[in-house]
């Protein structure tokens, strides 16, 4: 390998010389891999940026619009175990008195002990649970065949199950897969199966659908019919159990269902009904019919005689007309109301004053297929009481077997809210009992359960928290990119230069900040038909005009949450609970902001 020494004969250190050479010609690659990697520190930046602000956006999102949760409610049961509420935004806030009374079971039947390897005979018969029927073709064999067949043709509305019992014996089980009295098990077809296998003893009876009307008082309004009532000057009065009413004197009143029924073919209302004649009053004395008022005389004016000035004056009483009576002493009527046509349907069922007992109305004749909304009772004097309403409807039989062994009863659920009677088919999801809460009855209780609904500012104030950290992460990092060293004397910018943020002086980034700034503490209007504005940078000025929610949350993000004392939480907490409409219109704001940086 050979050996070099430069400068050993110009006595020059060209070694030396040359890399100094080669640093000079190097020096543009060196700025250039210094702005290589400027650039890359900023696009990473520039990266971290973008997702402090999606943060931004996103938390600021949840702030409007159906992602708000300032009308959102939580609802606490006074017993979790037997009754589960679920609010939604909908909901009121308040009390509810909620009592289970029975949980909805499904049908449950079984067959008689068989032995295991006893042959059956093939038949064919139909089986059908909630509407839904299926036709059973068995071709014979033992209980387990019968059972695979089952599950091969009706396995979407019955489960079935073989338990073994003493001495080689089995039992088919048949359970109804819908809860309530809709999912009855129903059998009909050939019988010798059936009763080979003791599933059914014989035809069944008829028996009614029965639908209970529990009055409550706050649930009567005024007549709105086409009958002209005069003033009502009569009262109601309802018994504590809310099974009877009784109207005294002149009153006209519609009672609310608290949900529509469906009118089946030969629907029957039932009422007890018992009238009472109005007590006499004692008859006021006799007047005179006529009066005689003033003497004859004579008067004589100038000379002028004048006989019977002041003539006597026969004055005759007007008759009192006898009170016209009503062309019906009491009655009840029904309403249906067609939402969609904005159609209101009436009959009025007049009812003698000497009956006394159950009235049946034909609602299946007179309201075929609709949906009644409201029941009518009325009386035009005297006292009319009103008791044990109910809807009933025939259950078709026609055809059907009766179940031999039953383990369950069908069932339907059963429930008092505030009082008020309700029966429903399931236990799980009943959403349409009280507005805005879904029910979940998980068992029975042995008195009203309180249900506290209440607005829920835990999670208003959580979203707000969420969108005060981002902004504030977006503050903080805004600043550490474009903060600017100070310099004590001229010169020093290029020794604090490896001090200043990567954006400092980039005029986008201070725009993009500015207009931030300019959204979150501009103007915006108080409400959608207003043109008066209020400032959101102004918190705590007037709480008169009832803005919660831009009271303190700009004071908010200037002060963090965590250097707040439990009593300032409590009052910002307590403030979101009632959000105005300004507040909406302040967020819509936001959003505008995010779709037009």
Known sequence: MPVTMGGMASGMDTDN???????????????????????????????????????????????????????????VSGDPGALEVIPNRFAQPGERAIQVEEIAAAHKITTDPIAGDQKLSPGKFRIEVGGVSHSIKFRGGVLKALQEQLDADAQD??????VNTAENRQVLTLESKVTGKKGEIKLSGERDILYESGLVKGAKEGDNEKVALVFDGRYFVPYAGDVKVPQNTGNLDLDKDGKSIRLTGLLWREYVLPAELMVKKNSTLEVSVEYALPEEKEKDEALPFKLEVGPEEKTIIKGIELQGYNVSRIRPLEKKEPKKQAADILGVGVVSVDAQKNARTEKLYPIDKKFKGKMEIPLGRDFPDMKIAKVIFYCNEGDAKFADASVLTPIDTTGLLDPKNVIAKPADAKLK?????????????????????????KGKTDKPVIVKIEHDADKAVQKVRQFVEAYNAYIDYNRQITKAAKGEKAGDYLKNKDKNGLFVGDMTVLRLENSLRATVNGAYPRSPSSSSRRWACRPGRSTRRGIPFARESWWWMKARWRQRSASARRRWRNSLAPIPTATTALTTAWATWWRTC
């Open 17 to 75: 010389i040359i890399k100094k050479l080669v640093e000079v010609e190097a020096r543009p690659i060196y700025q250039w891999q210094a702005e290589k990697e400027n650039y890359s520190q900023r696009k990473e930046a520039l990266g971290k940026l973008g997702s402090v602000l999606a943060k931004v956006s996103d938390t600021a999102k949840d702030l409007y619009g159906f992602r708000a949760a300032y009308n959102d409610k939580k609802a």
């Open 157 to 162: 509305i019955i489960s079935t199950s073989i």
């Open 417 to 441: 809210v505030d009082g008020i009677e309700i029966t429903r088919d399931k236990n799980d999801g009943l959403n349409d009992v009280v507005k805005g809460l879904t029910l979940n009855l």
